[in-house]
């Protein structure tokens, strides 16, 4: 496993179900395009999961 993930949103929560909105919110993602690190850990990484298609992740 990589040390951290680097994840960007790449598409818009407009219509998205609430959970997917909070958990990309949760995620540090306010805006399109921004980009945060966060820790490789499997709490991280089910996140991403749930919003897989609204984000875009680099392991770093």
């Given at each position: 496993?990589?040390?951290k993930l680097?994840?960007?949103l790449v598409k818009s929560t407009i219509g998205s179900?609430?959970?997917h909105k909070k958990t990309v919110e949760a995620l540090g993602l306010k805006?399109?395009?921004k980009t945060v690190e966060l820790p490789?850990?499997?709490c991280v990484r089910g996140m991403v999961d749930?919003?897989?298609h609204l984000v875009k992740v680099e392991e770093i």
């Open positions: 496993m990589a040390e680097k994840v960007t179900i609430p959970k805006k399109l395009h490789d850990n499997e749930h919003v897989r």
